[in-house]
């Protein structure tokens, strides 16, 4: 019979009444086998989070809708996941990891029948968040449960796992979706899921019996749950929207605003009562605070860079999808590589110094995206990637691993609930922001280069003034294409001039046309082309800032008792 312990963690204060009675965590398998039954469940929920952005025209062509429509398979999801992972963790601190964590991809893999039988857009995305829900309960008690069947030594290393895991479902997303369309069309994707996920289920049922991870039996924070869902609802939707709707619109200032008082609210409320749904005082420990804002900006270099290099090759370099996806593919393998013997690396040495390490790195490789010319093979873009998903790779479990050692135990649900949301956040702010700066960018790069046009037009003299007139007038018109918009919108930048312009000419004139009509071209083409500077510079000064919340980080894991049971 085990000995009942009451402890409270350093520096974080705890309501009565917290902890089951209960004898220290611990699991009498195998780690591996722990591994072996959260896996499917891990890659299949975070692997649904990108897998759709290649079935997005297919389900135009098929059910119809528009493209914005259609965008909502994939934001719906996400939105849901950044919404409720902080509530499902800690649903899984009252009720139990394994429970909430099997019940979660159960959901997840039910969900996917509905989906694969939607006959309407609508309905694909109302089962899509059916989806995420399952999708939200399953990853930060992942997390929770993957630390926990290891020993504290090996934290760091069970950390580097779940970021393995983690990076596989990314890389693999994109690829086994765009096999599953190509071959037996988008309903593929969901029928893919049902075998995975029902052999996920079994073998959680099985394997993870024996593992106990900490509880508490405080009760559920209801008005905790409502305001924070609420808040990061609102802030999430402005996130996404922000680009389409305009940042200084009244609908995103709205969202914005509502979003910031709904959780100064919650931040309120969360330090009075008496069983927080995040025991907000935790982030007066540095450890937490320092790994919660490294992880947010570390992937928001990541999603952001990784989201803007595949448009630089598509539309810069003429690659195909398929050899973009590909090529983009090593900065996540990279990660999936590196984490587990960055984990071991973090249990010997610490965290700090993996942290900082890894940022600096994908900081350089995101200055060299910026340095890369769109002439550049096929190599420049794979060492530029490969060291950016190095970098992350060396730097998450250090993260990951400090994060969670400073959570007490029965709040590992809620502290990986905690990482998870800011990662999710990071990731979406990733997009938002870079396409922000680089359609700030593109504009002025645009209208750089036709001003450049213009003038060069205007200074031929073997052109007549009618023919100098429609170029000026082309020029013009090339400032108001939204490079945003689309690939096809982008490549019409880089081609302003219609063939009709040359009709009507003299030989001689149409000489001299031909050669300024490819000046013109090259000219708007690598002003273009170094509008993705910034973007990749951004996400630069965001990894930058990682390493500055690394070096915060304590040298050493900390090792602390486990409190409670399963």
């Not at 997303?173 to 079994?202: D, S, T």
């Not at 590196?338 to 110094?353: K, V």
């Not at 630069?540 to 070096?551: E, H, N, S």
Request: hydrophobic share 55%; charged share 10%; glycine share 12%.
């Amino acid at each position: 019979m085990t000995k009942t312990v009451h402890r409270r963690a350093p520096g974080v204060l705890l309501g009565d009444g917290e902890f089951a009675a209960a004898g220290i965590g611990g699991s009498a398998l195998h780690p591996w086998l722990i591994v072996l039954a959260l896996a499917p469940g891990i890659i299949l929920t975070l692997a649904d989070a990108t897998v759709m952005t290649i079935t997005v025209q297919k389900i135009i062509r098929e059910l119809g809708g528009s493209v914005v429509s259609v965008s909502w398979v994939m934001n719906g999801y996400n939105l849901t996941l950044t919404v409720l992972f902080l509530t499902m963790g800690r649903l899984g601190d009252r009720y139990g990891h394994r429970l909430i964590f099997t019940m979660g991809l159960a959901l997840f893999t039910a969900a996917s029948l509905p989906c694969a039988l939607a006959t309407s857009v609508h309905a694909l995305v109302a089962w899509r968040v059916v989806q995420a829900l399952g999708a939200a309960a399953v990853v930060p008690t992942a997390l929770a449960l993957l630390l926990q069947a290891f020993p504290e030594r090996r934290q760091g290393f069970a950390a580097g796992l779940f970021g393995a895991l983690s990076s596989l479902a990314a890389a693999a997303g994109p690829v086994l979706g765009g096999v599953l369309v190509w071959y037996w069309g988008w309903p593929a994707v969901f029928w893919f899921n049902l075998p995975v996920g029902a052999l996920g289920v079994v073998l959680a049922l099985t394997l993870l019996r024996g593992l106990h991870t900490p509880r508490t039996r405080a009760a559920l924070d209801w008005p905790g749950v409502v305001l924070v869902s609420a808040g990061l609802f609102c802030l999430t939707l402005a996130i996404i929207q922000g680009n389409d709707w305009g940042w200084v619109s009244g609908a995103v200032v709205g969202l914005f605003a509502g979003g910031v008082a709904l959780l100064a609210v919650w931040i309120w409320w969360e330090l009075r009562t008496a069983s927080p749904l995040f025991d907000l005082r935790l982030f007066r420990d540095r450890t937490f605070a320092a790994a919660s804002s490294a992880i947010m900006t570390v992937d928001t270099a990541m999603m952001g860079t990784m989201f803007m290099l595949v448009i630089f090759m598509i539309a810069m370099m003429d690659y195909s999808e398929l050899r973009a996806g590909l090529a983009i593919a090593v900065l996540p393998v990279a990660v999936m590589v590196l984490t587990p013997p960055a984990g071991w690396l973090t249990d010997r040495i610490g965290p700090r110094l993996p942290a900082v390490t890894g940022a600096l790195l994908s900081a350089a490789g995101l200055f060299a995206l910026g340095h890369m010319a769109r002439t550049d093979p096929l190599s420049g873009v794979l060492w530029r990637s490969g060291l950016v998903g190095a970098g992350i790779g060396l730097s998450l479990p250090a993260l990951l691993a400090a994060g969670m050692s400073a959570v007490p135990g029965g709040h590992k649900g809620a502290g990986a609930g905690m990482l998870n949301t800011a990662r999710q956040l990071g990731f979406l702010l990733g997009v938002a922001v870079l396409v922000a700066v680089f359609a700030h960018t593109m504009h002025t790069a645009v209208n750089h280069a036709a001003d450049q046009g213009q003038a060069l037009t205007r200074a031929q003299t073997g052109l007549s003034q009618p023919t100098k007139d429609r170029l000026v007038k082309a020029l013009d018109q090339a400032r108001t294409i939204n490079a945003t918009a689309g690939m096809s919108e982008l490549r019409r930048v880089a081609h302003p001039i219609a063939e009709s312009i040359g009709n009507n000419v003299g030989f001689m004139e149409g000489l001299v046309l031909l050669q300024l009509k490819d000046r013109l071209e090259n000219t708007l083409w690598d002003d273009v082309s170094a509008a993705f500077r910034w973007p990749f510079f951004t996400a630069g000064i965001f990894a930058l800032l990682g390493a500055v919340a690394g070096a915060l980080l304590p040298r050493r894991l900390p090792r602390r008792a486990n409190q409670g049971a399963d």
